[in-house]
Every structure is written in C-alpha cells, then in structure tokens.
C-alpha cells in the first residue's frame, strides 16, 4: 500500500502477515496432542441417499463458497470490504443400472457480478445436465452440459481447488464466455456436446493413463454479429499420466489436491481445445487455439510429518485477430499469448481443535501478446476442517490482475493494489 496509509491499515497489514507466517507455528508449540492427518472427503450427502440396490439409487447433496474482501483502492487506503457468493450449487446425481447413470448440478449465476438494477440480478440455473452411458474403465460416454476436458483447474472445479480463488489465467471458450447460444460460448467451463473417456494401464512405465475427449457448440455467431458465422464446433481433449498412485475421481473430473488421502500422487497432463473462427469479431476474425500443460505432485512425508502438494499450469493460445476487433462490439476477444502459475503447500500433521493448518504460496505470470504483462503473489492459510466439505482460507493477493482482469486489448494499464480475503466453503 502507498505511505500514507493510516495505523489501522498497517495493523490489518500486520495482522495478515502474522495469519500466514506465525499462527501455524503458535498452535503447534501450544497443541497438548498431535493427531496423524485425517483429512476426510466423503460428504455427508452419502446420508441423503435414497437406494434400492448397489446399482440402483439417487443422491441429493449441495455446496456453498463465500468470501469476505478487503482492496485497497486507487487512493491507497483499504475499503470497508464487502461480501461475495462465490457459488451456491446444489448436485444430483444418480444411476438406474450399472451402466446408464445421470447428473444434474444448479448454481446460482450473476449472483456475485450484478449492480442495483441489473437484469438478470440473480438467476439459479442448470450448471451440469448429463446422460452417462459408462461401460468399463477404457471406454465411457457422457451427452449433455458438462465441463469441457482441457486443464486440471477447469475439471476441479471451485470446490475440489487446493485454494479458494483459484482461476488466475487466462479462461478458455466456455469460461470466458457468460452463455450459451448467439454470442457464447458457454458459461462456467460448461458447454453442451459429447465426452469419450477412460483410462488404461500401458505397462510402458509403472503407472495410469487416462484420457477425455470430445466436440461441443464452442462460440456460437449469427450471420451477421461474431466470428463463427459458419458455425464451427470446438473440439477439446485432455491426457494424464499417474506415474505413483491413480487418482480415483468420478468420470474424467480432478481434484487439485487429495490432503494425502490417496497417497503419493504424480500426474502430469496435457490438454487442448481447437475451434475454426473461435476469436475476434465478424469483420475482424480468426480461429482459436489453446494449449495447456499441468502438473499435480502431492508427497505424504514419512514418519507423519505432514502433506506437501505443488500445482503448476502453463498455457499457450493462439488468438491471431486483429487489434481492431477490440472496437467491434461483437468480439470475442479471446487471450493470445502464454500464462503460467505454481502454488506450494504444507499441511501439518497435527490437528488443531477441529482441523489442520495449511500454508501456501502461489505466484501467476500473464503474458499477452498484444497487450500488457500482468502479475500476482498470494500467500495465504488454509483451516482444513473436513477435507473438500469444509474450509476456511485467509490470504493476501498483490498484482495488477484484479485491475486489468479480463481486458486484452492493447495499451491496457492498472496499478498493483493488495487484496485480503477470508473465504470459506461447505458441502453436504
């Protein structure tokens, strides 16, 4: 923050940095027992199950993030802070045999990004709707709206993230975009098509291969407003290999960290998504083409001495669209360029009242071609209380992201300003 700040300013300063640095180590010096980590993942919606045999059932279950969040504004001082719905989701899922099953998830849209007076202000919608025709673990297929296979970030979704805000680079089609139909792309990493998936043993090298793949609306244009005007399909397809231990989710989704539940996890992936006219405008256009690597090492250090998990993206998208599409109102201004972020954690072993502490730090880099550099660091404490079905974060962001956010147009400035927020989620 500028000088000038006031006392209380620096005591809030003061205080994060205590939150981050110094309170894991206070608890642990004053904890009278240490407790192995038992971390656990199963929601209590195994309750609100209703069942009349192995293969036959339906599963009700729900899901709430919230955030608190302080910024400092362009004056330099810190604002009074205001509330977030980061999201309200409720699931259902179900099966009627072994092999045909379904899942139906809502969230409530524009519920965190609407003013007084805004239409809609909040619309509670379909987030996922799909007919799963699952065979055997080398060949599956899903139909409907479902999240699009491409990186680890997209396929944990906000809940199974190892930290609360975890979206930092730049978003493919069906993220970027806010609908479906004329002028989206879909919302949410969602979109409507097909999914193939499964996974093999190669016996190549010790270890898991797993795939997803599959074609979907992608952006969708009028005659005469948007790039795909032809109406071209986006294909997307993503590969991981488990070199230690499988990770054992439902279909081809992920999670960004197992809180040492599933053991030593190596798994190294590679996705992409491709759509003809997928960027720009109708008089300015080009196709879309993205590229991601990501990395998941999570070790479960010997003698019970704690949890450690590093996440690591880099994406590469190709956007090649004049900058004057930037002035069309009709474009789909897609990012053109490279990103790349890396998040290091530990959790200790020991319990703490009802939890685990969890430190962690985390720096992104954005790199557009036709437009400004873009950078944050974030450290932060994870209070790990039921794995994925509650947490609690508090954590510090610095960079100049928040500022120029989404906008990739040429010449575009902000300033680096500091960010708290205290954030947490529940599941049943």
């Given at each position: 923050?500028?000088?000038?700040?006031?006392?209380?300013?620096?005591?809030?300063?003061?205080?994060?940095?205590?939150?981050?640095?110094?309170?894991?180590?206070?608890?642990?010096?004053?904890?009278?027992?240490?407790?192995?980590?038992?971390?656990?993942?199963?929601?209590?919606?195994?309750?609100?199950?209703?069942?009349?045999?192995?293969?036959?059932?339906?599963?009700?279950?729900?899901?709430?993030?919230?955030?608190?969040?302080?910024?400092?504004?362009?004056?330099?001082?810190?604002?009074?802070?205001?509330?977030?719905?980061?999201?309200?989701?409720?699931?259902?899922?179900?099966?009627?045999?072994?092999?045909?099953?379904?899942?139906?998830?809502?969230?409530?849209?524009?519920?965190?990004?609407?003013?007084?007076?805004?239409?809609?202000?909040?619309?509670?919608?379909?987030?996922?709707?799909i007919a799963k025709f699952e065979f055997n673990r080398y060949f599956n297929f899903?139909?409907?709206?479902?999240?699009?296979?491409?990186?680890?970030?997209?396929?944990?979704?906000?809940?199974?993230?190892?930290?609360?805000?975890?979206?930092?680079?730049?978003?493919?089609?069906?993220?970027?975009?806010?609908?479906?139909?004329?002028?989206?792309?879909?919302?949410?990493?969602?979109?409507?098509?097909?999914?193939?998936?499964?996974?093999?043993?190669?016996?190549?090298?010790?270890?898991?291969?797993?795939?997803?793949?599959?074609?979907?609306?992608?952006?969708?244009?009028?005659?005469?407003?948007?790039?795909?005007?032809?109406?071209?399909?986006?294909?997307?397809?993503?590969?991981?290999?488990?070199?230690?231990?499988?990770?054992?989710?439902?279909?081809?989704?992920?999670?960004s960290t197992y809180y040492g539940k599933a053991g030593d996890i190596l798994a190294?992936?590679?996705?992409?998504?491709?759509?003809?006219?997928?960027?720009?405008?109708?008089?300015?256009?080009?196709?879309?083409?993205?590229?991601?690597?990501?990395?998941?090492?999570?070790?479960?250090?010997?003698?019970?001495?704690?949890?450690?998990?590093?996440?690591?993206?880099?994406?590469?998208?190709?956007?090649?669209?004049?900058?004057?599409?930037?002035?069309?109102?009709?474009?789909?201004?897609?990012?053109?360029?490279?990103?790349?972020?890396?998040?290091?954690?530990?959790?200790?072993?020991?319990?703490?009242?009802?939890?685990?502490?969890?430190?962690?730090?985390?720096?992104?880099?954005?790199?557009?071609?036709?437009?400004?550099?873009?950078?944050?660091?974030?450290?932060?404490?994870?209070?790990?209380?039921?794995?994925?079905?509650?947490?609690?974060?508090?954590?510090?962001?610095?960079?100049?992201?928040?500022?120029?956010?989404?906008?990739?147009?040429?010449?575009?400035?902000?300033?680096?300003?500091?960010?708290?927020?205290?954030?947490?989620?529940?599941?049943?």
């Amino acid at each position: 923050m500028k000088t000038g700040n006031n006392s209380l300013q620096i005591k809030i300063k003061n205080t994060i940095l205590f939150l981050v640095t110094a309170l894991p180590g206070i608890f642990l010096l004053t904890a009278f027992q240490a407790h192995a980590v038992d971390v656990s993942m199963k929601p209590i919606s195994d309750k609100l199950k209703v069942e009349s045999s192995e293969t036959r059932w339906i599963k009700l279950g729900a899901g709430y993030r919230g955030s608190g969040i302080w910024t400092e504004n362009l004056n330099g001082n810190l604002n009074g802070g205001r509330y977030s719905n980061d999201n309200a989701r409720i699931y259902l899922n179900g099966q009627f045999n072994e092999h045909f099953k379904f899942e139906v998830n809502t969230d409530c849209f524009f519920c965190n990004n609407t003013s007084a007076g805004d239409n809609p202000r909040m619309s509670y919608n379909i987030l996922d709707a799909i007919a799963k025709f699952e065979f055997n673990r080398y060949f599956n297929f899903w139909g409907g709206r479902m999240l699009v296979p491409t990186e680890r970030g997209e396929l944990s979704g906000p809940f199974f993230q190892a930290t609360h805000d975890a979206f930092k680079t730049p978003f493919f089609s069906q993220d970027f975009s806010i609908k479906f139909g004329d002028g989206g792309a879909g919302r949410y990493g969602r979109d409507d098509g097909a999914t193939f998936w499964g996974s093999a043993e190669p016996k190549i090298v010790p270890g898991t291969l797993g795939y997803a793949m599959g074609i979907y609306r992608g952006l969708e244009s009028t005659h005469t407003t948007g790039p795909n005007s032809g109406g071209s399909v986006l294909t997307a397809a993503r590969i991981t290999y488990n070199f230690l231990n499988p990770e054992k989710n439902p279909g081809y989704y992920t999670s960004s960290t197992y809180y040492g539940k599933a053991g030593d996890i190596l798994a190294l992936a590679f996705g992409m998504s491709y759509q003809k006219n997928g960027a720009g405008s109708f008089a300015h256009r080009s196709d879309f083409l993205g590229f991601t690597g990501d990395l998941l090492f999570e070790k479960v250090l010997p003698g019970n001495r704690g949890v450690f998990t590093t996440n690591a993206e880099y994406k590469q998208f190709y956007a090649n669209y004049s900058t004057a599409a930037f002035g069309d109102k009709d474009c789909f201004c897609m990012f053109d360029g490279k990103s790349w972020t890396v998040t290091g954690l530990y959790m200790f072993p020991t319990k703490v009242g009802i939890g685990h502490f969890q430190p962690y730090g985390r720096f992104t880099s954005i790199q557009p071609n036709r437009s400004s550099n873009r950078e944050e660091i974030e450290a932060g404490l994870n209070y790990i209380i039921d794995g994925f079905n509650a947490r609690i974060s508090a954590y510090y962001q610095h960079g100049d992201l928040l500022m120029k956010g989404l906008n990739y147009a040429p010449g575009v400035a902000g300033q680096a300003l500091d960010v708290f927020k205290i954030s947490f989620q529940l599941q049943i």
